[in-house]
């Protein structure tokens, strides 16, 4: 009694290069998060994207093209996305520490946070410093627009430049991330109770 072939398993569908590249940038973002610039492989990039180092080399001439690449990938995520460190639109002063401290426990963070550190320890180089700066400024305008939408509302005391508060919550987020990435001890939730005082400061005077 004759038995019928198995029929070949499918060949693995290829990769259009808009597919590959995205590829490559999630891989690259992984291991230059828990390796660093130096520790992170290109090789060990290359594979886990499911590609070669030449194919990864067309789509990025360096790896430090490569990193330049993850950083504003991830910047572009997050501001797109409304993840970024942006009060939702129209919030009272109240939901800026609620922000922060639900950032905080956003473990995902971690990871964005570690990628801007190590771009920023770079910086010096030229393309990397232009990068960085693109994701300060792509950043930090959403959450001054939001904070005189709020001084518009009435929520957020008017007397006080938009520009002086967006470096006032822009520089607390900052250090709370960074304190949060070195060691996730509960010792950056102390930012939080800072951002409810900043909340109270920052509220139009009772009646006013």
Same mark, same amino acid.
């Given at each position: 009694?004759?038995?019928?072939?198995?029929?070949?398993?499918?060949?693995?569908?290829?990769?259009?290069?808009?597919?590959?590249?995205?590829?490559?940038?999630?891989?690259?973002?992984?291991?230059?998060?828990?390796?660093?610039?130096?520790?992170? #492989?290109?090789?060990?990039?290359?594979?886990?994207?499911?590609?070669?180092?030449?194919?990864?080399?067309?789509?990025?001439?360096?790896?430090?093209? $490569?990193?330049?690449?993850?950083?504003?990938?991830?910047?572009?995520?997050?501001?797109?996305? @409304?993840?970024?460190?942006?009060?939702?639109?129209?919030?009272?002063?109240?939901?800026?520490? /609620?922000?922060?401290?639900?950032?905080?426990? /956003? @473990?995902?963070?971690?990871?964005?946070?570690?990628?801007?550190?190590?771009?920023?320890?770079?910086?010096?180089?030229?393309?990397?410093?232009?990068?960085?700066?693109?994701?300060?400024?792509?950043?930090?305008?959403?959450?001054?627009?939001?904070?005189?939408? #709020?001084?518009?509302?009435?929520?957020?005391?008017?007397?006080? /430049?938009?520009?002086?508060?967006?470096?006032?919550?822009?520089?607390?987020? $900052?250090?709370?991330?960074?304190?949060?990435?070195?060691?996730?001890?509960?010792?950056?939730?102390?930012?939080? @109770?800072?951002?409810?005082?900043?909340?109270?400061?920052?509220?139009?005077?009772?009646? #006013?």
């Amino acid at each position: 009694m004759s038995t019928m072939a198995a029929d070949p398993p499918a060949a693995p569908r290829r990769m259009r290069a808009p597919e590959r590249r995205e590829a490559i940038l999630a891989a690259a973002r992984r291991e230059f998060a828990l390796h660093g610039f130096h520790g992170a #492989g290109t090789a060990a990039i290359a594979r886990e994207a499911g590609c070669s180092e030449a194919i990864l080399y067309r789509h990025f001439a360096s790896k430090k093209a $490569l990193l330049t690449a993850v950083l504003r990938a991830e910047v572009a995520r997050r501001v797109e996305g @409304g993840d970024a460190i942006v009060p939702p639109p129209g919030a009272a002063p109240v939901s800026l520490a /609620d922000v922060l401290a639900s950032h905080l426990a /956003d @473990g995902d963070l971690g990871v964005t946070a570690r990628l801007v550190l190590l771009a920023i320890s770079m910086s010096g180089d030229p393309e990397m410093g232009e990068a960085v700066r693109e994701g300060f400024n792509a950043v930090r305008g959403p959450v001054r627009t939001a904070l005189a939408a #709020g001084q518009a509302a009435g929520v957020l005391r008017d007397d006080i /430049d938009a520009e002086s508060l967006t470096w006032m919550w822009h520089g607390l987020f $900052l250090v709370a991330l960074v304190r949060n990435t070195l060691a996730e001890d509960g010792v950056a939730l102390g930012a939080v @109770g800072a951002a409810r005082e900043l909340e109270r400061v920052l509220a139009p005077p009772a009646g #006013g």
